[in-house]
């Protein structure tokens, strides 16, 4: 297993953790009044771009998925809409599911749409970056022993994390105990959020203690 | 001895429902307070002797009545606000007038917990606190022993005229020299009840010769019940109200003499929830107001503050002080001061010094410690204070010291009171512990021995050996046996406390304690053969290589932490969210399955040997691809994987991948329909919708549309006989909700007669009986005649149609799609999931449970006491008829995990001819997870039945649950039978 690549995951993902930290803190210094559960929407749009925008960054940094092909400026605008429209729909979709899950309908629409824009861009954001627009990779990669690369390890563990996170996030909201965290959805997004984390700290570890058994094979 | 694992579950459920029974018997104890009331006639306590010789205080005799008639108006469901908000103010300008201005006194009384009439108007009468058990013989109350305020009166001579709800009839027989009771159970009927107590009104209230008049007054409850708090039928009913008050006060009035004033009481049993029901204790449930009117009272100057809180049980105290009776012994009220407010001062001590004088001794009854009570100490201090001031009284002082003294005397005496009914109010709940914990440890140790026998129980044969005959003859059994008649022997010879177990009668108690020794062998040598198949572990390699699906992970996951959230009570109020998530959780966990099935295994058949090959050593997918061509295996995963080429094909591939998720679209919009549970409860949900008066003709087409559907649902696999007869009684639901006014027909725009539809109703009772009658019919004859297991399947189809058609009667009109989504997930889940997937029994019978206990909480019940809809009992009825009565309401309350479970039985003795033994699993599985919940529950209970919620939460749930399992053993047992036949079958 190459250790250097292990590393620079580790420090990627050490650097979105940070950054979600910082999302907490450091807006404090530049809005009045913030803090994440009084002005939670806010906080959940400043955590979306944050992660988005290093997520970004950073895959252009590391270039985790080397293609050796040359592409034409064309289809990479293309690819680039693509990723937008796949994530847009993505957004819709988490958006149905919580509504399914019994958040209500018309009313908090916007706390809704945000929490599921949040996990968006902890899962399908990330994907979309690693693997793009290509549902056939995400199939693949989702299922078990589909992983090639210790990026797509660490996608897969992250995802998961987040959406149990979201998931165990949930279970506080019908207790009697009157916090500002069981209003909807501050408990499913930080849940997530922490999902998200813990995926991010648990990832390279889980890969560096397995490296044994991983035995990554090109296709 | 060999079992088959349906007898082994059903057998276990039984004795489990046995210990459930017993724990149940020693939770609810009948209250045993006082001596019995005919033993009970003690001279009442003279006033506390003056210290020093010589002086006596020559005041024995119990003060004389302070009023001369009471009027009781008694209006069920009364909330506060009714009177005291805005409500009050806009329909009931009499009392509004005579709360501001005239001579009365207003209190909100707080009823406790459960808020249902009879405990209620027990609390009203005896001044004690019932326990929760009253709810349960609520239906059936049997006449009040207790010594209370109507036998006082009546032994004093005092006449009683008595109209309104029968219960008071019931609960005080022969004690009214004239009464006409109204049967409380047509809760549709909103009008005639209160006309059939006012008609008697203007004649009663000319005649002089009764002195307590009590009138219950029905209309508001039925209409809280049917339409809900804010329905437009409030207000009138609230200015009807207020003209009967008007009449009985003008009449009260007018006849009122010199020497003693007349008294009208107004008051309510209970309030009304938001959502118009009661029994819980939400606010609006537990606030009643509490009125006394009459001309001794100074008219009041200021406008009136927020009025007072009072406990509901203090009304017994002061009446009794009001009509010069003795308190009753159980009564834990307080004297209401402000009523008698006017009299003199020693008078006044007198009085609340007979009241402390009767708590302190229910005390000494009830606490061998009561000497170290904080209250009983205040109330001696008391007494003592109370003595020195009758000594200076007695001596003729009669300065402002005096009054001033009195007064402190007063305050100390209040304060006694007060410590006084609230440490006896602690005490209402004793529990009977040895027949608790006999109970729990009958049903974890079935329980253990249930989850001991899982991996035999679910082996291919579903049979394994039971070893009877060695712990039966072992000496440990015997020892144990012994063991446990001394312990049994010790408790009852030594506890002071009464026990019901030990008052049942010597040979039962020795055949359960023989039962639990039994349990106990049979776990230990479970344990003991485990061991040693463990010391053996190359024979069976099977349990470490068996692979965790997402399924098994999920449903593992979701039933261990559903136990686990019975500890809360916010999560036993919530609990339909639990189940809600869980079954929400299950569709997409299944989505997940489909897809995989549907493009993976496509995948894998293409590139078959480039990418697949390389993973030897996966257990997942790729193993599952390449074991294609395999002949079929027992494991099921290889299973499904084989049928998935024939299982790809075009339309039905997206249908089935669709069915996850029009699963959950039906599940949101049924989440929607009824708004349960606590938190949410006052939430606007469509059920309440379409139940308002306005949109009868939206819920008339909803109901005829869903009739339809049921019946397109169910018919294709009936027999021709039954269609046609299923079409009937479909019709005949519809035509019994357009009598009973829920529905119109499209002709009919005047629906003005409104019956209570028994012809209708027996009408589809006719082909309820007769489509149950054909199932059953081709199940016997599958039976005898060996016949194939089509008819027996068709039996079995038509047994289930027979009680959707039961349950289409019996829910109301606007829950009639809970049915039909019922009916659709069902059919859909079994095509395109269940069927293709080839799940094995143990995955399918938790799903149907999950699915079950979703609909349970879909169909709008909770786990609170006020969700039950008595109505269903008297479907078809003309009157009270217990059997049928508790029969029916049971069957509405528990139609969805009921029609769930019999589906499941259809489903899987379809599946016989894949895997014999599936029902014997599924069998076994039902009775596990019914058994894991209650077993932990019972414990939990236990351990928190000091909790600030027991009664209004944890009570009631544990209600639920050991009905529920009462069901579920008759549940498994009919599992049992339809798994018999088919054995003897084998066998032939």
Redesign the interface.
């Given at each position: 297993m190459r250790e250097a690549e292990v590393r620079r995951l580790l420090a990627a993902n050490l650097l979105c953790a940070l950054a979600i930290v910082l999302t907490a803190v450091a807006p404090a210094f530049f809005l009045d009044g913030f803090s994440v559960l009084g002005t939670h929407l806010t906080w959940l749009c400043v955590c979306s771009v944050c992660v988005a925008t290093l997520n970004i960054i950073l895959h252009l940094v590391l270039k985790p998925n080397q293609s050796p092909k040359r592409r034409s400026f064309a289809h990479k605008i293309s690819r680039f809409l693509k990723c937008c429209i796949y994530f847009f729909m993505s957004c819709i979709l988490f958006h149905a599911?919580i509504?399914?899950?019994?958040a209500p309908?018309i009313e908090l629409v916007t706390e809704t749409f945000l929490f599921a824009v949040l996990l968006s861009t902890f899962t399908t954001l990330q994907c979309l970056c690693l693997l793009g627009p290509n549902i056939?990779a995400w199939?693949r990669v989702f299922?078990?022993?589909g992983a090639m690369s210790i990026w797509e390890s660490s996608l897969q563990i992250t995802s998961v994390c987040s959406i149990l996170g979201a998931?165990f996030g949930?279970f506080p909201?019908?207790?009697?105990w009157d916090r500002p965290w069981q209003v909807w959805p501050i408990s499913c997004s930080l849940g997530a959020t922490f999902g998200y984390m813990a995926g991010l700290i648990i990832a390279p570890l889980w890969i560096h203690w397995n490296r044994k058994q991983l035995t990554y094979?090109s296709? | 001895m060999r079992l088959r694992s349906g007898v082994f579950a059903s057998s276990c459920l039984l004795v489990q429902a046995l210990g459930v029974a017993l724990f149940l018997r020693g939770f609810f104890p009948v209250p045993v307070r006082s001596v019995p009331r005919r033993e009970a006639r003690a001279d009442p306590p003279a006033e506390p002797a003056p210290p020093g010789p010589g002086m006596v205080s020559n005041w024995t005799k119990i003060p004389p009545p302070l009023f001369k008639k009471v009027v009781i108006v008694l209006i069920d469901a009364l909330r506060d606000d009714f009177v005291f908000g805005s409500k009050g103010k806009q329909f009931m300008p009499y009392i509004t007038q005579v709360v501001e201005k005239g001579t009365s006194y207003s209190f909100i009384a707080e009823a406790k917990p459960p808020t249902v009439t009879m405990p209620r108007i027990k609390a009203l009468m005896t001044g004690s606190i019932p326990g929760f058990i009253d709810v349960v013989v609520n239906l059936n109350s049997p006449a009040l022993l207790d010594d209370n305020l109507i036998w006082q009166a009546k032994t004093a001579g005092k006449r009683i005229i008595f109209y309104g709800d029968d219960t008071w009839v019931k609960l005080f027989p022969k004690h009214f020299v004239e009464y006409d009771g109204t049967t409380s159970f047509f809760v549709s009927d909103f009008t005639e009840v209160d006309d059939n107590v006012t008609r008697h009104l203007d004649r009663v209230l000319k005649r002089e010769d009764w002195d307590l008049l009590i009138l219950h007054y029905l209309g508001l409850d039925h209409i809280g019940h049917m339409t809900g708090p804010n329905s437009p039928l409030v207000g009138p009913k609230l200015r009807e109200m207020d003209n009967i008050l008007k009449k009985i006060h003008v009449s009260l009035l007018s006849k009122e003499e010199a020497s003693l004033p007349n008294l009208l009481v107004v008051c309510g049993d209970h309030g009304m929830s938001e959502t118009g029901s009661h029994g819980g204790s939400s606010e609006g449930e537990v606030h009643t107001p509490l009125l006394f009117i009459s001309s001794a009272f100074g008219k009041r100057s200021a406008p009136l503050a927020q009025p007072q809180h009072v406990q509901q049980t203090d009304l017994a105290s002061t009446l009794a002080i009001g009509l010069g009776l003795p308190i009753s012994r159980n009564s834990v009220g307080n004297l209401i001061l402000p009523v008698v407010g006017g009299k003199t001062m020693r008078e006044q001590l007198r009085f609340v010094h007979l009241n402390g004088f009767q708590l302190s001794r229910l005390l000494q009854e009830n606490t061998p410690a009561y000497e170290k009570d904080p209250g009983y100490e205040h109330f001696k201090i008391a007494e003592k204070s109370h003595g020195n001031w009758i000594k200076l009284y007695l001596e003729g002082n009669n300065s402002e010291i005096l009054l001033n003294l009195g007064k402190k005397v007063l305050k100390q005496y209040l304060e006694a009171l007060k410590t006084l009914s609230s440490s006896l109010s602690k005490q209402v709940a004793q529990y009977d512990i040895y027949s608790m914990m006999v109970g729990i440890v009958i049903i974890m140790e079935v329980l253990i021995l249930l989850l001991l026998s899982v991996p035999k129980a679910l082996s291919r044969q579903a049979e394994f050996e039971v070893p009877l005959s060695p712990p039966l003859f072992s000496l440990l059994f015997y020892l144990m046996c012994l063991m446990l008649c001394a312990v049994h022997v010790i408790v009852c010879t030594s506890a002071e406390s009464l026990c019901y177990f030990c008052s049942m009668s010597w040979l039962t108690a020795v055949g359960v304690m023989m039962l639990i020794s039994a349990l106990m062998c049979g776990i230990l040598s479970a344990i003991a053969k485990i061991l040693e198949n463990y010391r053996l572990p190359s024979k069976n390699p099977v349990a470490s290589s068996y692979n965790w699906s997402e399924i098994d992970v999920l449903i593992l996951a979701g039933t261990i932490g559903h136990v686990l959230s019975l500890g809360a009570s916010s999560f036993i109020e919530e609990e339909h969210q639990t189940w809600y998530f869980l079954i929400n959780t299950l569709c997409l966990v299944l989505c997940q399955e489909l897809c995989r099935n549907n493009f993976l295994l496509k995948e894998c058949d293409l590139q078959h040997s480039t990418s697949v090959k390389q993973n030897f050593d996966s257990i997942g997918e790729s193993s599952e691809c390449k074991n294609i061509d395999i002949p079929a295996e027992s494991n099921s995963k290889l299973g499904k994987a084989t049928s998935s080429s024939e299982f790809v094909k075009g339309s039905d591939k997206w249908i089935s991948l669709a069915t996850p998720w029009i699963i959950l679209i039906c599940c949101r919009l049924l989440r929607s329909l009824n708004q349960t549970g606590v938190q949410w409860a006052h939430r606007p949900d469509f059920g309440h919708w379409l139940t308002s008066s306005e949109h009868k003709s939206e819920l008339s087409f909803l109901a005829a549309v869903s009739l339809l559907m049921i019946f397109f649902l169910v018919q294709r696999r009936c027999s021709l006989v039954s269609k046609i007869a299923m079409a009937l009684g479909l019709l005949g639901v519809y035509s019994y909700r357009a009598a009973t006014g829920n529905v119109t027909f499209p002709w009919q725009h005047d629906g003005k007669d409104i019956s209570k539809g028994i012809t209708e109703a027996r009408f589809v009772y006719v082909f309820v009986l007769g489509i149950v009658f054909t199932g059953t019919k081709d199940l016997l004859k599958s039976q005898v005649v060996s016949a194939d297991s089509s008819t027996k399947s068709t039996g079995l189809w038509e047994v289930y149609s027979g009680l959707v058609l039961l349950a289409a009667l019996l829910f109301r009109p606007h829950n009639l799609p809970v049915l039909v989504f019922c009916l659709l997930i069902q059919t859909m889940m079994t095509k395109y999931i269940w069927i293709p997937l080839k799940f094995d029994a143990a995955q399918i019978t938790i799903m149907h449970y999950w699915f079950g206990q979703a609909f349970f909480y879909f169909q709008g019940n909770s786990n609170g006491i006020a969700t039950v809809d008595i109505s269903t009992g008297f479907v078809g009825l003309d009157s009270y008829v217990e059997i049928p009565a508790i029969f029916l309401t049971a069957f509405a309350t528990y139609a969805g995990p009921f029609l769930w479970a019999i589906h499941l039985l259809c489903y899987l003795s379809s599946e016989v001819s894949r895997n014999s033994a599936a029902v014997g699993h599924g069998c076994f599985c039902y009775a596990l997870m019914r058994s894991i919940p209650v077993a932990i529950y019972v414990v939990l209970v236990t351990g928190l039945r000091y909790h600030l919620f027991i009664w209004s939460v944890f009570s009631p749930k544990l209600l639920y649950e050991g009905v529920h399992v009462f069901i579920t053993a008759a549940v498994c047992l009919f599992f049992t039978a339809m798994d018999q036949n088919h054995s003897y079958k084998v066998q032939d």
């Open positions: 599911i509504v399914l899950y019994g309908l056939q199939i299922s078990k022993n998931w949930a909201i019908p207790l009697d094979k296709r | -």
